[in-house]
């Protein structure tokens, strides 16, 4: 089982830039998929951007394309999103979301329900 805690959320002005960390708990985080979620209020959550075991796959959101990166730091049990260009409509809950992906090197996923684990997610909030 792994523990999942974001961090750095924040208020930006539109245009600004914010980077979320998610750490992981535990000794085998480069088992672990990685995803990025957010619930924007009154709306249901939404694919961000994921991140295979060593990296090599990053689908992102077609709405955070161009704009958001995500990486991992496996000797840090961490994940990140640095997110630029911001959009009042990036405000959201960001949560992350991990998965064991013992025999798929390359593989991401997008859809919340193929994650095991959750954190409790950051707010970002995005002023225009």
């Known amino acids: 089982q792994v523990q999942l805690v974001e961090s750095g959320g924040g208020l930006v002005q539109a245009g600004g830039s914010l980077r979320l960390s998610c750490a992981a708990s535990?000794?085998?985080?480069?088992?672990?998929?990685m995803g990025w979620f957010r619930q924007p209020p009154g709306k249901e959550r939404e694919f961000v951007a994921a991140i295979s075991r060593h990296g090599g796959s990053t689908p992102y959101a077609d709405s955070v394309k161009g704009r958001f990166t995500i990486s991992r730091d496996n000797a840090k049990n961490t994940v990140y999103l640095q997110m630029g260009s911001l959009k009042p409509e990036d405000t959201a809950v960001y949560s992350c979301?991990?998965?064991?992906?013992?025999?798929?090197?390359?593989?991401?996923?997008?859809?919340?329900?193929?994650?095991?684990?959750w954190g409790h997610g950051t707010q970002v909030t995005v002023s225009s």
């Open positions: 979301a991990a998965r064991a992906a013992l025999d798929q090197y390359y593989s991401a996923y997008n859809r919340a329900g193929e994650y095991y684990y």
């Open positions: 535990g000794r085998t985080f480069g088992i672990y998929a």
